[in-house]
Nanobody, 116 residues
Framework: QVQLVESGGGLVQAGGSLRLSCTAS????????MGWYRQAPGKERELVAT????????NYRDSVKGRFTISRDNAKNTVYLQMNSLKHEDTAVYYC?????????WGQGTQVTVSS
């Protein structure tokens, strides 16, 4: 069983920065690929970034490349999303995600609002 708790969202002006954190319970975090998703009002949930279990490989959706950085600290069971040069279109609820062979796990989400 994995529980994910996100934090770090908020209101920021366009061009600003935020860092999201997601802390996982349990003792298998270091074995898991982790991801950040987001969902804007009226839109489908979309994948933002992923990072492999050891942190060696990251992938990003095109619209955030060069602005967002995903990282992790396996000693703290935490994955981060550093978001720079934020744009109004980054406004969404951001969710932390992982999956095991049994199921997907999601956090409760954290709201990011970028004012233009």
């Amino acid at each position: 069983q994995v529980q994910l708790v996100e934090s770090g969202g908020g209101l920021v002006q366009a061009g600003g920065s935020l860092r999201l954190s997601c802390t996982a319970s349990g003792n298998i975090f270091s074995d898991l690929t982790m991801g950040w998703y987001r969902q804007a009002p009226g839109k489908e949930r979309e994948l933002v970034a992923t990072i492999t279990s050891g942190g060696a490989r990251m992938n990003y959706r095109d619209s955030v490349k060069g602005r967002f950085t995903i990282s992790r600290d396996n000693a703290k069971n935490t994955v981060y999303l550093q978001m720079n040069s934020l744009k109004h279109e980054d406004t969404a609820v951001y969710y932390c995600n992982t999956e095991t062979s049994r199921r997907d796990y999601w956090g409760q989400g954290t709201q990011v609002t970028v004012s233009s």
